[in-house]
């Protein structure tokens, strides 16, 4: 079992950065992928970005491509995303989550451990 708390949304004037963090709980972090995914209002929740185990593979929506960065601190148990030039099209409710070992997929029902979300919203 992993437990994950998000933290660090918040509201943001377009243009501007956040970075949110996921601490996760238990022993085998660094045994885990670990994925960012958003739901704004209305809309299904989407794959934001991912990273491997070990940090040495990452993978990103296109929408995050090129200003939002995924990394995590294996010995913190924590899991960050930089987001930067943030447009009003950003604001969604941020989720963290996890999966056991190397996982590619970026579809949502194949991750089984989520964090309650942190709220990000970008005004312009």
């Known amino acids: 079992q992993v437990q994950l708390v998000e933290s660090g949304g918040g509201l943001v004037q377009a243009g501007g950065s956040l970075r949110l963090s996921c601490a996760a709980s238990?022993?085998?972090?660094?045994?885990?992928?670990m994925g960012w995914f958003r739901q704004a209002p209305g809309k299904e929740r989407e794959f934001v970005s991912r990273?491997?185990?070990?940090?040495?593979?990452?993978d990103y929506a296109d929408s995050a491509k090129g200003r939002f960065t995924i990394s995590r601190d294996n010995s913190k148990n924590t899991v960050y995303l930089q987001m930067n030039s943030l447009k009003p099209e950003d604001t969604a409710v941020y989720y963290c989550?996890?999966?056991?070992?190397?996982?590619?997929?970026?579809?949502?029902?194949?991750?089984?451990?989520w964090g309650q979300g942190t709220q990000v919203t970008v005004v312009s």
């Open positions: 989550a996890a999966k056991f070992g190397v996982v590619v997929t970026m579809e949502v029902n194949e991750w089984p451990y």
């Open positions: 238990g022993r085998t972090f660094s045994r885990y992928s």
């Open positions: 990273i491997s185990p070990g940090g040495g593979s990452t």
